[in-house]
């Protein structure tokens, strides 16, 4: 392994020590799941018509893209899956035209999925 390569490694370990401050979520796709451990956090989006500005707020999950493993394959992310974190589900969902995921580093370890929430319990 190269240097750079065991940076990028030990970057991810340290970003994710799910000790301090991870959550255990239940990624599903309908038909498999998955549990991984997840940051929380939140990104937000403005929307005009042009007379109104609409604020929506997504609830992102950072989740290692190596971890998302769905049928035995890695998975992107896609609208209407869903997230499990405790007694509440969300739903992978962004605003129309935004994707409903992107890659938190440039390395493209991380992903930041967008989701709403859909039922609480």
Do not use: W
Request: charged letters at 20%.
């Amino acid at each position: 392994m190269t240097l750079a390569a065991q940076i990028v490694s030990d970057v991810a370990d340290v970003f994710f020590n799910t000790n301090d401050f991870a959550v255990s979520i239940t990624y599903s796709d309908g038909s498999d799941s998955v549990v991984v451990p997840a940051v929380v956090s939140q990104t937000q989006y403005e929307q005009s018509d042009g007379q109104s500005l609409t604020r929506h707020v997504y609830r992102d999950y950072l989740i290692r893209a190596a971890a998302l493993i769905l049928n035995g394959t890695v998975a992107k992310p896609a609208r209407h899956h869903t997230i499990t974190e405790g007694s509440k589900t969300y739903k992978v969902a962004s605003p129309v035209g935004e994707d409903v995921f992107g890659y938190d580093d440039e390395n493209e370890l991380i992903l930041r999925v967008h989701t709403i929430l859909t039922a609480a319990t």
